[in-house]
């Protein structure tokens, strides 16, 4: 065989097409070695160029007058007053936590947390959005196990609290779990950092841990040396995180920018070496020379595009000038990090990789940053349903055993099985603990808070992917409303099947369409996000699961209430026009319906008066509680606030049409049960009185009639049970 | 009266100490594990967090650190010394306190408010506090549970060196006896499990904590005055 | 010489993950199996074997909780 066809066979394994593969010819004016296809198949995969994405995610709003750093840098930032910004990203690690959901997760929370002090932000929190197939399967119950014990080992040893998150469980995750994780980070505006490379010669340095055979997996095609199947185990493609490395790295990282030492900063994640040293000489439109003779190696005999692409954790790549050299290695020598220069900038426009003082591969950098081919969808709706009707599982039909029911199921009962792993506590701001408020709350100094939370449902994005996103966006905002907090930017990670279908081509176009018009509605821009495309398998596409993280701000920390009825007497009230509706709801799946074609439209001009008058009920003090309601409807939420509370409520809804769509029925993001003094509660805008806290008991009346009437300890042990019943 | 707080590799609550050692005393300075002097400080904090990732024992490698010897020597001369979570792990690893922490009887690491009880009150750093006092701290730790051999165990009961123990039905990691934090023989070295420097501010908890640091800078305070 | 030192929780020390462990192989149709024991395995290279029992108590085991085994060379299997 000759080298020629070799190459085009193997640009075949590594996931190039063939028309692609021809471009690179073209732009190189030559066939690539090597070197040069390890790093094209990796800059021009779905994963780094976002072939099929990037049309859809260039419609999305990213300005506004908070937005300190947008889309395109490592996180994206807000500015929060004080000379303060706030820095935030999500990403997903899907497929790695798949395969080995420990390690998956654990270095899916030290990439991201990677991200964001790559801009010079400390890591101040972390929340992950994970969904995982039906608890009945015991892949599924060991994929939660292992996930949540990785994210915590992470973020736990790493000192940065997991303050939040959410976890669903449905049929279509089941060969493809979902976790997305999302870091928050504070930084002083002037002490941002980029990751334009600049100054030609200015020197490259690589610091962290050492570099192996991670996730080399695929391009392990191109090794010269013969690999017998016995050999299969010498190149790992798991991850393995270090979070002792990444707390080093980090204070490592954090003391060069205090000391003015670095010129651009950029992590490692995926594809290495080779993505972060392609994207620094795109952003500053310079070349770079890269030694691999120099990269500190923990495996012997690697070969230069072992080098290049390896996704060894816990590393980072800086530019320095050259007279700050010396500080820079005394620095991280100091923090026991490997620091070594391993290249310098040029003006050659190349990334060119040295092995020596012989040149291994010549790159153009607008070849593979800004050259890849970018795909249009053919997006179609489905023409039949995609998904199967989930299992029926609920048996009650009074409205007692059916709340008892929705309390106790898997996506309503109790995290605390899951969030008491986390550290929720390290770095002494966290004013809101999971499961106290419907966001976590973050002091900063001065006195002002942040609020943030993560949020997204697959289900219903299925039902209907516009109004489905529109939902997650408004619901997340209204996380915030409930702490007072007022919503600044949006991150955003899109989980979808295979986007060459024009069925899922259809869903993320819709979803897109419905997260820019929410975003637009808010007023706030998307700062950055991430697309994990192609999860699905032989029974078909995930649900459609775009994810989405807002920070917000709120002036006082110690106005931000939380879920729980806080006194007898208090008055509880609904905010906001509960329309509900059992289209696409909990009480639906659970009852094994199918999924329903479209779900009722969105009033935005209402949802945006409710949100705001109990954002700033809440920040008055008139509130002493406040819970939006959302899975499970009007009846779950009140529940949700007596538990978190520990008081009963007596409450009259007034005659009902449908009793089950008023107690269980849904309109995620646009209504919130409130409570307060009677006073206060009298003075609100649109607030319909439904009772009051009394008692240990939560009685919902409908005129004349008792529809339910449970003890709070019921409630409590249904919901507390909940899951760990589920996993035994 | 001037805290000390040590950092080493990995330490993650260290700032947090610092912070609320400053509440109560205005001066609390972190010490770097490399250097041997401990700058002044009258008491000494070893704080929580994963000092070297945990690798092969919890504490099993900060107790090594160069100021560890200067805590040796601080300690012997009477001077008071506080371990917290990892910090109690250190100070066990170092022969500095009775017993050792094992893993979580439930395998899981466990973040939790708990309710402690102060057994005895008249130490340096529990005199802010009544005997029988119960205070809420927040627990979170993977190693925690706190062994030692059954005579010993008697030997700290009779001799009031267990300072506090988690109250009936709080126990989160099976520690012996309930114990949640015990002194030397001297009681001049204390570790303790829970976190005393997450309970200082009603913002972010309850403020029990800070009886803790009250009580060190009473102690200390005295101590300069002679 | 390639050296192996098995490090264990001393007899009496309640070994959960050992429970665990032990109790979760019934389930995958497992019977018979019994006093199960996690256990931490070090490797090393030592120029001087005579220094190990040192080696180990003054690092690698924490001895008030742990005992440890220095594993003769000639147990040793042939490294796959």
């Known amino acids: 065989m000759t080298s020629a066809s070799l190459s085009e066979s193997r640009h075949r394994v590594l996931g190039l097409t063939d028309a692609e593969y021809e471009l690179i010819c073209q732009k190189l004016g030559r066939e690539p070695n090597e070197v040069e296809l390890a790093v094209f198949s990796l800059m021009w995969s779905e994963h780094c160029a976002y072939k099929h994405s990037k049309r859809l995610l260039a419609t999305l709003p990213t300005s506004g007058e908070r937005l300190v750093l947008g889309p395109g840098e490592n996180a994206g930032a807000v500015d929060v007053g004080g000379g303060l910004a706030v820095a935030f990203k999500v990403e997903s690690h899907n497929h790695p936590s798949a395969v080995e959901p420990f390690q998956g997760a654990a270095t899916g929370v030290g990439g991201i947390l990677r991200d964001v002090f790559a801009i010079g932000a400390r890591p101040i929190a972390v929340l992950d959005s994970l969904r995982f197939g039906e608890l009945s399967s015991r892949r599924s119950r060991y994929l939660l196990e292992r996930v949540v014990a990785g994210i915590g080992h992470y973020g736990n040893s790493i000192g940065v609290p997991t303050v939040g998150g959410e976890i669903y469980f449905e049929g279509p995750y089941e060969q493809n779990c979902l976790v997305n994780a999302m870091c928050v980070g504070l930084v002083a505006r002037e002490r941002l950092i980029r990751s334009a490379a600049a100054g030609v010669g200015n020197v490259l340095v690589l610091f962290g841990a050492s570099t192996g055979r991670d996730g080399i997996g695929g391009a392990s095609v191109l090794a010269s040396a013969e690999l017998g199947e016995a050999d299969e185990a010498k190149r790992p493609s798991v991850q393995i995180g270090d979070p002792f490395e990444e707390k080093k790295l980090l204070e490592c990282s954090l003391e060069l920018l205090e000391r003015g030492l670095l010129v651009a900063l950029q992590d490692l994640g995926a594809a290495g070496l080779s993505s972060a040293s392609s994207e620094m000489a795109s952003k500053g439109g310079v070349g770079l020379d890269i030694d691999v003779a120099k990269v500190p190696l923990r495996e012997p005999d690697m070969e230069p595009f072992e080098i290049m692409v390896s996704e060894s954790q816990e590393r980072m790549l800086c530019v320095t000038e050259p007279e700050h050299v010396e500080e820079v290695l005394a620095v991280c020598r100091k923090w026991e990090t490997h620091a070594t220069a391993i290249g310098a900038v040029t003006d050659s426009g190349l990334l060119r990789v040295l092995a020596g003082g012989e040149v291994v591969g010549e790159l153009p950098v607008r070849a593979l940053v800004d050259d890849c081919p970018i795909y249009e969808l053919t997006p179609a709706r489905p023409a039949r349903a995609l998904y199967a009707a989930p299992p029926r599982t609920l048996e009650a039909t009074d409205p007692g055993g059916m709340l008892l029911g929705l309390l106790g199921s898997a996506n309503l009962a109790s995290r605390r099985w899951a969030f008491e792993q986390y550290d929720c506590l390290v770095q002494s701001r966290t004013v809101r603990r999971p499961e106290q408020a419907d966001a976590a709350v973050l002091a900063l100094p001065g006195g002002s808070a942040i609020a943030v939370s993560i949020d997204g449902n697959g289900r219903r994005v299925a039902c209907d992917p516009h109004t489905g996103t529109l939902e997650a966006v408004f619901e997340c905002a209204a996380n915030l409303a409930c702490v007072g907090a007022e919503p600044l930017g949006l991150t955003n990670c899109l989980n979808f099947g295979n986007p060459e279908k024009p069925h899922v081509a259809w869903q993320l176009a819709e979803a897109v369409r419905g997260l820019g018009d929410g975003c637009r509605a808010l007023g706030i821009p998307v700062v950055g996000g991430n697309v994990s495309l192609y999860n699905e398998g032989p029974q078909g596409p995930i649900y459609p699961t775009p994810v989405v993280g807002i920070v917000g701000e709120l002036p006082d920390a110690a106005r931000c209430a939380g879920i729980g009825f806080a006194r007898e007497g208090d008055v509880i009230a609904l905010v906001g026009s509960l329309s509900p509706s059992l289209a696409g709801s909990e009480l639906a799946k659970l009852r094994g319906e199918p999924l329903p074609d479209g779900l009722p439209a969105l009033d935005l001009e209402s949802i945006s008066v409710a949100h705001a008058t109990v954002r700033a009920a809440v920040r008055s003090g008139a509130l002493r509680s406040a819970h939006d309601v959302a899975e499970g409807g009007l009846a779950v939420a009140l529940a949700e606030c007596c538990l978190a509370g520990g008081l009963g409520a007596s409450v009259d809804l007034g005659a009902v049409e449908e009793l089950d769509v008023a107690l269980f029925g849904e309109a995620p993001g646009r209504a919130f049960v409130v409570s307060g003094r009677a006073d206060a509660l009298a003075e609100l805008d649109a607030a319909l009185p439904l009772g009051t806290v009394r008692g240990d008991r939560l009685a919902i009346a409908t005129g004349v009639a008792t529809a339910l009437d449970i003890a709070v300890t019921d409630l409590a042990r249904a919901r507390a049970e909940g899951l760990p019943a589920l996993l035994d | ?226 | 010489m390639r050296a192996r030192v098995l490090i264990r929780p001393k007899a009496g020390i309640l070994d959960p993950q050992g429970q665990t462990v032990e109790r979760a192989l019934p389930a995958l149709g497992f019977g018979g199996v019994s006093r199960v024991h996690v256990v931490r395995l070090v490797e090393l290279d030592v120029e001087d074997p005579a220094t190990l029992p040192q080696i180990c108590e003054a690092l690698l085991c924490n001895t008030l909780i742990e005992e440890y085994e220095i594993l003769a060379e000639d147990v040793l299997a042939a490294p796959a």
């Open chain 2, 1 to 226: 009266m001037k805290f000390g707080v040590i950092r080493f590799p990995g330490s993650c609550d260290e700032v947090d100490a610092q912070l609320a050692a400053a509440r109560v005393a205005g001066d609390a300075e972190l010490l770097w594990h490399a250097d041997r002097d401990l700058h002044g400080a009258d008491a000494v904090i070893v704080p929580g967090g994963f000092s070297y990732g945990d690798y092969l024992r919890a504490g099993a490698i900060a107790r090594f650190a160069p100021v560890m010897e200067s805590v040796a020597a601080f300690a012997a001369e009477g001077g008071p010394v506080l371990g917290i979570c990892n910090g109690f792990q250190v100070l066990c690893e170092a022969g500095l306190l009775p017993g050792a922490l094992l893993g979580n009887t439930g395998l899981r690491f466990l973040c939790r408010q708990v309710e402690l009880e102060v057994e005895t009150a008249d130490t340096p750093f529990t005199r802010a506090c009544q005997e029988g006092e119960r205070l809420s701290i927040p627990a979170k730790h993977m190693t925690g549970r706190y062994w030692a051999p059954e005579a010993t165990l008697d030997e700290l009961e009779a001799n009031r060196q267990v300072l506090l123990r988690y109250a009936p039905g709080e126990n989160p990691n099976g520690s012996a006896r309930d114990i949640a934090g015990v002194s030397n023989a001297a009681g001049n070295v204390f570790g303790l499990m829970p976190h005393p420097e997450h309970a200082v501010e009603e913002l972010t908890g309850s403020t029990d904590g800070l009886k803790i640091f009250q009580s060190l800078r009473d102690h200390c305070d005295e101590r300069l005055a002679v």
